[in-house]
T-cell receptor, first 111, second 111 residues
Framework: GENVEQHPSTLSVQEGDSAVIKCTYS??????FPWYKQELGKRPQLIID?????GEKKDQRIAVTLNKTAKHFSLHITETQPEDSAVYFC??????????FGSGTQLTVLP | DTGVSQDPRHKITKRGQNVTFRCDPI?????LYWYRQTLGQGPEFLTY????????KSRLLSDRFSAERPKGSFSTLEIQRTEQGDSAMYLC?????????FGPGTRLTVT
């Protein structure tokens, strides 16, 4: 089965700085890589995703890059704001559509 | 609200009792997933339906767990003879294509 590793587990940045979270996956057959943001006590919220035929995708302050050869993908958040503080999860999809999640990154944006 | 809904939101039960949770997916979504999330971890896949057919079950899913999706609409997840280790957040997600959208979850506490 798929295995997804996520780093770092915690990340603190100053407001306005950039944040980068990295994930690696094990199954070369994985073809879809979403990122979720989860605030305390709330549901995971899909914020951006990328498919294996694309190397980069951007949506306003958020971007995701994918390196299929190295089997890793990253989330980039620019101009961070206090409301970006949350736990972020990467995931990879293989087989019949189930997602395998990383262990999460607690992002804190300091004002 | 046209998002994924789950009921109940919280459930406290005594060890050995049976519990049942319900998930109502987004109406046009034919795929429905159950995940379990414990504190500080990413969601773990439990099972997956396409329409009414249960296509995949995780090895995490012991025989005390059963899920149904009659008529391909809402789904139920039943846990029989609950154990303290079953305490977790049970999340439901639905999708039409790649993107999976999560419900608010049912928090189960087994005392």
């Amino acid at each position: 089965g798929e295995n997804v590793e996520q780093h770092p587990s915690t990340l603190s940045v100053q407001e306005g700085d950039s944040a980068v979270i990295k994930c690696t996956y094990s199954d070369s057959a994985s073809n879809y890589f979403p990122w979720y943001k989860q605030e305390l006590g709330k549901r995971p919220q899909l914020i951006i995703d990328i498919r294996s035929n694309v190397g980069e995708k951007k949506d306003q302050r958020i971007a995701v890059t994918l390196n299929k050869t190295a089997k890793h993908f990253s989330l980039h958040i620019t101009e961070t704001q206090p409301e970006d503080s949350a736990v972020y999860f990467c995931a990879a999809r293989w087989a019949l559509g189930q997602l395998t999640f990383g262990s999460g990154t607690q992002l804190t944006v300091l004002p | 609200d046209t998002g994924v809904s789950q009921d109940p939101r919280h459930k406290i039960t005594k060890r050995g009792q049976n519990v049942t949770f319900r998930c109502d997916p987004i109406s046009e979504h034919n795929r429905l997933y159950w995940y379990r999330q414990t504190l500080g971890q990413g969601p773990e896949f439990l099972t997956y339906f396409q329409n009414e057919a249960q296509l995949e079950k995780s090895r995490l899913l012991s025989d005390r767990f059963s899920a149904e999706r009659p008529k391909g609409s809402f789904s139920t997840l039943e846990i029989q003879r609950t154990e303290q280790g079953d305490s977790a957040m049970y999340l439901c997600a639905s999708s039409e294509k790649d993107e999976q959208y999560f419900g608010p979850g049912t928090r189960l506490t087994v005392t």
